[in-house]
């Protein structure tokens, strides 16, 4: 399995961006699909999630600016980040549950991560 992440780039305070990770590869099924970011010097932290049945959970410090949710029929999940602030600066990693389509078990994947900057 290969997570994909794109979206990443520089915007000034206040701005959009929009996250897109896609997934491929031996996949039966995506329990869960994650966004994880970490600034410089800080731990890695969860900044949104969203299970197979569509249940999404963020971070207190991104509620009502960020909204995470999946690509009909696509194994892709959108981060769309509003007013952004410069603390959302971060490398954001996409991380995924996702069972096995030939061994039936559950792996956890992680993508290499894509660069936000929110600087004016």
């Known amino acids: 399995v290969q997570l994909q992440a794109s979206g990443g780039g520089l915007v000034q305070p206040g701005g959009s961006l929009r996250l897109s990770c896609a997934a491929s590869?031996?996949?039966?099924?995506?329990?869960?699909m994650n966004w994880y970011r970490q600034a410089p010097g800080k731990q890695r932290e969860l900044v949104a999630g969203?299970?197979?049945?569509?249940?999404?959970n963020y971070a207190d410090s991104v509620k009502g600016r960020f909204t995470i949710s999946r690509e009909n029929g696509k194994n892709t999940v959108i981060l769309q980040m509003n007013s952004l602030k410069p603390e959302d600066t971060a490398r954001y990693y996409c991380?995924?549950?996702?069972?096995?389509?030939?061994?039936?078990?559950?792996?956890?994947?992680w993508g290499p991560g894509t660069l936000v900057t929110v600087s004016s």
């Open positions: 969203i299970t197979g049945g569509g249940t999404t």
């Open positions: 590869g031996r996949i039966r099924r995506i329990n869960v």
């Open positions: 991380n995924a549950d996702i069972t096995d389509s030939e061994v039936d078990v559950r792996v956890d994947y």
